[in-house]
């Protein structure tokens, strides 16, 4: 498979091509000032927000070819929630005419509340402190914008509350749209096992448009 993954020199991006690279898939690595040495990954210059730019890179420069699935993996800081949400609606142009699938890594506001379903994290000020509600608000915007679609194929996922760079032990928990927590009590996951849910979710779809994942440790 030929995976464009956009914001590919990011945290989950990075990770993303580490990860599709380890499975023997073709990587293409777009991004604003691309730069790779595998040989399997192609990095592609692109501006997210160019129609023109995302449908030349989503064809394949090079001889991986047109790509086969995209992973939408942007963010901005400081948040910028009309790029994001032009970006998504741009690549999810793009990867409908070619009849690719999207993977949008968005945001745990867009999750509803264990205690409360019918809140957003995003409105829980359990979870999103006063500072970090417009980052919040962004995410949900762009998941709206995947939800207003009447074509194309794609999925949300929702990192749970924290994601940050660990280790990758390939275990995670995976749910709907209902943040969860781990065994520990806490809502996390570290940034390479999200790029395993996000693989598996490209190698293996599944049903609910909007999911998110959860660590999961040994519970032997």
């Known amino acids: 498979m030929t995976i464009a993954v956009f914001g590919a020199t990011g945290m989950v991006g990075s990770r ?4 599709a ?3 023997g898939h073709r990587v ?3 991004s604003r000032k691309p730069a790779h040495e595998d040989p399997d990954v192609t990095p592609v210059a692109v501006d997210v927000n160019d129609p023109h730019s995302v449908r030349e890179a989503l064809a394949g420069p090079g001889s991986p070819g047109a790509a086969d699935a995209v992973v939408l993996a942007v963010r901005t800081l400081p948040v910028d929630q009309d790029f994001l949400v032009g970006a998504t609606r741009t690549v999810l142009d793009a990867a409908a005419r070619l009849g690719a699938r999207v993977l949008v890594v968005g945001g745990a506001g867009a999750l509803r509340s264990p205690e409360e379903p019918g809140l957003l994290v995003a409105d829980n000020p359990v979870y999103v402190p006063a500072e970090l509600k417009s980052i919040a608000a ?3 915007a762009q998941l709206r914008a995947c939800q207003d679609r009447t074509d194309g194929d794609w999925a949300y996922l929702s990192p749970p509350a924290l994601l940050e760079p ?3 032990t390939g275990r995670y928990r995976r749910g709907t749209d209902t943040l969860l927590t781990s065994t520990d009590g806490r809502s996390w996951i570290s940034a ?3 790029a395993v849910a996000v693989i598996d979710e490209l190698e293996a779809p ?3 448009p909007h999911f998110t994942v959860v660590h999961q ?3 032997r």
């Open 16 to 19: 993303v091509t580490t990860e």
């Open 21 to 23: 690279r380890a499975r």
């Open 28 to 30: 293409l690595a777009l």
């Open 138 to 140: 962004a995410g949900v």
């Open 166 to 168: 660990g280790a990758r």
């Open 192 to 194: 390479e096992d999200l």
């Open 206 to 208: 599944g049903s609910d």
């Open 217 to 219: 440790g040994d519970e």
